[in-house]
């Protein structure tokens, strides 16, 4: 069962993946990988809310935490299209574009993944 959970998880993700790097190209153009850095940070703040819900609510089934984290953010989140990116960036010899990609990537999804943490280590109402 908890395959199957993985499986209509990571098809929820992708598909939103997709919308969003669509909607990006038709926003910012495609000399730049911004659906992807999109996806990494929102991804990184979701698994943040994530973990700190699971870290302060006991009793949320393991087959809730496949799906959303294994499951929807597996399938949402793109650090192989990432490096697929950056190579494409640096193949292109967009050396300045790949490195600010790459630590912007890097840097935004972990400020990203501890705000989300934050809100609950602060107090923050849980629904």
């Known amino acids: 069962m908890g395959y199957l959970i993985v499986f209509l998880g990571a098809g929820i993700g992708g598909a939103l993946r997709h919308g969003v790097n669509l909607t990006s190209m038709r926003l910012f153009g495609v000399d730049f990988p911004y659906g992807t850095l999109i996806v990494n940070v929102i991804g990184s703040l979701a698994m943040g809310?994530?973990?700190?819900?699971?870290?302060?609510?006991?009793?949320?089934?393991?087959?809730?935490?496949?799906?959303?984290?294994?499951?929807?953010?597996?399938?949402f989140t793109t650090f192989s299209a990432f490096s697929l990116d950056t190579?494409?960036?640096?193949?292109?010899?967009?050396?300045?574009?790949?490195?600010?990609?790459?630590a912007g990537s890097v840097i935004l999804s972990l400020v990203a993944l501890f705000v989300g943490l934050s809100l609950f280590r602060t107090g923050a109402p849980l629904p």
């Open 49 to 75: 809310v994530i973990a700190g819900y699971f870290l302060f609510r006991t009793g949320v089934p393991q087959h809730m935490r496949l799906f959303l984290t294994t499951g929807i953010l597996g399938g």
């Open 87 to 102: 190579a494409l960036l640096m193949e292109r010899h967009a050396y300045w574009s790949a490195a600010i990609y790459v």
